[in-house]
């Protein structure tokens, strides 16, 4: 059974989450509000628990269609590299990210967040 | 009720000196650099509480405002991540009380594309945010958003402080503030159209 | 009942004490295509800023005024709004560049309006339901009669700027 399947979904207005299992995440619409990581946080920190627990080797975060963040929540993704730069190489998983390059804030953002790790990130841009 | 007169005459003040046509100036003091120039005639202005419920309306207001003005969507994004930046900004560090105000002014010469913030913030905000500003400009934009990332990642608890560097990157804009009037922090981007 | 104002010559329509005077919202048009957008922005500030039935008055205001504006503005020329209020009043001022039969046509308008807020409405009204083909004046007259507002104009050159104000 999939741990990642199993993660609750966050609530927000102009923002959803599909996630297809094994290892595919879909953000899409708008985060700008005061304080994701509160609301956030916790979601991204299940997929992180969950990813580990399934064993994955590769988890896809498709962001093509988050159209805007704000700087607080591009955090959520500093943070989530931060836990994965803290694994022992062999529960490690590579984070796929793909993004739109056509939406400046993730032509820019992936990119330098692959600088914090750039053997576990890797930027799909289409 | 004080500073609402304040408020009004600095805004009379202003209008005043833009129809003669000259250069702003702040009324007091220049803490940091000058406030820069407006960037030819003011196309908008808002006024508001800064309270987070206004950001969204009036940050799509200003991408639609400059998306139908200037014909580049590109430059309508641009504008988009200032204003969602500078607003949030504001609205977090702006005094908590019932006559506070938040103006928001878009001006352009058709070349250049200002954006600027006035809010009333305390003072240890505004050299911290004075302190960020000249930290970043000593970095080209590409570097100083790498260094604000790798601090995020430092200081997994602390706010993430990506605003300032992520719109000199992004958008790039260049960044100044200075203060006028007693407390009031004006924080202006200017960039290129 | 609320009575039009006079047409005056000049630049500033405001019918608000300038030294009290505090500009919400200003706004000015280089490109007159599009303010669509505008509307929505504008009905969610009074929304937030103002009382149930200010806001409604200047939502309706905004719109007109701005309508007529986009519509007979000279092309390329500036259009500017203007959201104001004092510790007592609202006002809304649309200034624009237009043709001089136009400003004829504006003044004969407003003198009706100022007659009989009323019958001018109600004239306007089955105007824009006849298919007579003849363009209704609308506009100012829901201003005035549903809205409660006094109007005023003023022109300077080819410049007309119109101002609608009420009580907050």
């Known amino acids: 059974m999939s741990k990642l399947a199993e993660v609750g979904l966050p609530t927000l207005e102009n923002f959803s989450v599909q996630i297809k299992p094994p290892a595919l995440v879909q953000l899409l619409g708008v985060i700008a509000i005061a304080e994701p990581g509160r609301v956030l946080s916790a979601f991204f920190a299940g997929l992180h628990r969950a990813a580990c627990e399934d064993r994955l080797r590769e988890v896809s975060v498709d962001v093509r269609h988050l159209t805007f963040v704000n700087s607080s929540a591009i955090r959520l993704f500093v943070d989530w590299t931060t836990w994965l730069r803290n694994l022992g190489p062999s529960e490690s998983y590579t984070l796929r990210f793909r993004t739109d390059r056509r939406i400046t804030w993730q032509r820019t953002s992936f990119s330098v967040l692959q600088t914090l790790a750039p053997n576990a990130i890797v930027i799909d841009a289409e | ?193 | 009942m609320p009575q039009a104002g006079p047409f005056e010559h000049g630049q500033n329509p405001l019918p608000l004490a300038q030294r009290e005077a505090r500009t919400l919202v200003r706004v000015a048009w280089e490109n007159s295509e599009n303010a669509e957008y505008f509307y929505g922005f504008v009905s969610g500030y009074a929304k937030a800023v103002f009382s149930f039935g200010a806001a409604e008055r200047v939502i309706l205001a905004s719109q007109e005024l701005l309508e007529n504006a986009l519509k007979y503005s000279l092309m390329m020329k500036e259009i500017t709004y203007e959201l104001s209020t004092t510790m007592t009043d609202i006002c809304v001022v649309v200034r624009n560049a237009t043709i001089s039969s136009r400003i004829e046509m504006l003044r004969a308008h407003l003198a009706r309006i100022q007659e009989n807020p009323e019958r001018t409405y109600t004239s306007e009204l089955e105007r824009s339901m006849s298919p007579s083909g003849r363009r209704a004046m609308l506009g100012l007259a829901r201003i005035c009669h549903e809205a409660n507002m006094v109007l005023r104009a003023a022109v300077d050159g080819a410049n007309l700027s119109i101002s609608a104000s009420c009580r907050r």
């Open chain 2, 1 to 193: 009720m004080a500073r609402a007169l304040h408020w009004a005459s600095l805004r009379l003040n202003r209008r005043l000196q833009t129809r003669r046509g000259k250069a702003l100036q702040s009324t007091t003091n220049t803490i940091s650099s000058k406030p820069p120039r407006p960037k030819g005639p003011l196309l908008v202005s808002v006024c508001f509480r800064p309270v987070w419920a206004y950001i969204d309306g009036v940050r799509e207001f200003g991408r639609f405002f400059c998306e139908t003005t200037f014909k580049q969507p590109e430059v309508a994004e641009r504008a988009r991540v200032v204003l969602q930046e500078t607003l949030e900004n504001a609205v977090k560090y702006s005094s908590p009380s019932d006559d506070s105000r938040l103006e928001i002014e878009i001006s352009s010469d058709g070349a250049e594309l200002q954006i600027s913030t006035l809010s009333h913030a305390d003072p240890k905000h505004l050299q911290s945010l004075r302190e960020e500003i000249e930290m970043l400009r000593r970095f080209d934009p590409e570097a100083a958003f790498i260094a604000a990332f790798a601090r995020a990642a430092r200081e997994p608890g602390a706010p993430a402080r990506l605003g300032l560097a992520r719109m000199r990157f992004e958008t790039q804009f260049e960044l100044s503030v200075s203060e006028e009037g007693e407390g009031n922090v004006r924080l202006t981007a200017v960039g290129k159209l």
